[in-house]
């Protein structure tokens, strides 16, 4: 019964996730009245030469035959490519958008958990190292499972924070390890996993978790002491404080929707005339190779899974079509606006991203065997493997940067919810 609960719940999330597809094909591809700043070679509509873009072609030049599961698919590089052999722009600048008021309304519950994880990140008394664990507590910890002396797949974590609680979950005898420990000291803790274990190779058997607790999780307060230091001096109550944060915030989420309906747009009122294959196989070969795990853990093909989720391999290939457009689409703007960027926005972008995954990236490693990861390490490694990403980033916001003053955005209010008033 507990197994047919967690499928089920997987393929609630899985048809949710793909149900996008629907929703993301454009309502209305006719573009805004055309202006003098409007895309120079782009006609308007109604004069000589060809219409504006409305409609995809169907002979786009790659089709879900053309998969195999054996490639090793790569993007290709939008910025070496001849871009307009690929896609037709529509209009992109002096446009009209409409953002609901609600994307970049910030509520108390948001703004409270916000300032909860800024005191976590920089209160003094947010770290406790000066005690023992005790049971309550939550704790940020590392801990590396190891079976004969070997770690073993899915028993490593690092910077996890746990609660010290017998009904959180683990298995018996992991959390008691870890009340009494001393944070920055590495303790072997013995647990056995149950004979009822779903992992076999585990059930149980004997192992040793390397525990390293690096602090115990403090519950600071927002004070007008800490703003004033937080903010050296600018802001000096917490009223104060609080107010300018979610001004703060919603200004960052009112940008963000702005710059989402406009690329919409943009990937709306533009035409793809073929699609470079590697570029929709790379999306296809990660869902493909997703789905199958999920179908493999509850001994279905592929599509009787996918038939389960309400999906199949043709709207899965869609929405990789869809994807594919939205990277051809923004190299079309960068080429035509000749958009760039400076070296120093790339590295702020790459510090910025290796910061954000580091620690996932240093549990993965040394779940494999590194005896250690550095944030070096792992800086040079996003810039290897994740360069064009990067670099797509830095160009997408400057363009947004550029285009954002020109732009008319309506705000529109969220329909009254007539059932809950009546």
């Known amino acids: ?33 055309p202006t003098p700043d409007q895309n120079t070679e782009q006609p308007s509509e109604g004069g000589d030469g060809d219409q504006t873009p409305t409609q995809d072609t169907t002979d786009d030049g790659v089709s879900l035959s053309d998969f195999n599961p054996e490639t090793d698919y790569h993007l290709p590089d939008y910025g070496a490519l001849n ?123 004997a192992v040793i978790f390397e525990m390293t607790v690096h602090y115990i999780v403090g519950n600071p307060e927002l004070t007008d002491d800490f703003v004033t230091t937080y903010t050296d001096g600018v802001v000096t109550t917490a009223e104060e404080f609080r107010t300018k944060l979610r001004e703060d915030m919603e200004s960052e989420a009112y940008d963000a929707a702005v710059e989402s309906a406009m690329w919409a747009k943009i990937i709306d009122n533009s035409l793809v005339s073929k699609y470079p294959v590697d570029g929709v196989m790379f999306y296809y070969s990660y869902y493909y190779m997703m789905y199958n795990q999920y179908a493999a853990m509850y001994g279905m093909t592929l599509d009787n899974f996918l038939t389960a989720t309400g999906n199949s391999r043709e709207n899965i290939f869609s929405y990789c079509k869809l994807m594919t457009k939205s990277d051809l689409v923004r190299y079309a703007v960068y080429a035509d606006g000749e958009y760039t960027f400076t070296e120093e926005q790339y590295n702020a972008e790459l510090d910025a991203y290796t910061q954000q995954n580091y620690a996932a990236l240093r549990s993965s490693m040394i779940a494999e065997g590194a005896e250690e990861y550095t944030m070096e390490q792992a800086r040079a490694f996003f810039h290897e493997n994740y360069e064009l990403q990067l670099q797509d980033t830095c160009m997408s916001n400057n363009v947004f940067a550029a285009l954002k003053g020109s732009i008319n955005v309506t705000v529109t209010e969220p329909e009254p919810d007539t059932e809950a008033a009546e």
């Not at 047919?4 to 929703?23: I, R």
């Not at 979950?169 to 004979?195: D, Q, S």
Request: proline fraction near 4%; charge should be negative; hydrophobic fraction near 40%.
């Open 1 to 33: 019964m507990k197994n047919m609960k967690m499928l089920a719940a997987v393929l609630l999330a899985l048809a949710l996730v793909m149900s996008a597809v629907a929703c993301t094909q454009p309502e209305d591809n006719t573009p805004d009245d």
């Open 83 to 205: 871009i307009k052999d690929y896609v037709q722009l529509g209009r992109y600048k002096n446009m009209s958008v409409s953002i609901e008021r609600s994307a970049f309304t910030v509520s108390d519950a948001v703004l409270e958990n916000e300032i909860t994880t800024l005191l976590a990140e920089h209160h003094p008394d947010a770290k406790i190292t000066d005690r023992v664990t005790a049971w309550g507590d939550y704790v940020v910890m590392d801990y590396v499972g190891k079976l004969d002396g070997v770690a073993f797949g899915g028993g490593t974590a690092l910077e996890q924070t746990i609660e010290l609680s017998q009904t959180n979950g683990f298995i018996p005898g992991f959390v008691e390890g870890i009340v009494g420990l001393t944070p920055g000291k590495m303790t072997e803790v013995p647990v056995t996993f149950p004979e009822d274990y779903g992992n076999t190779d585990l059930a149980g058997k």
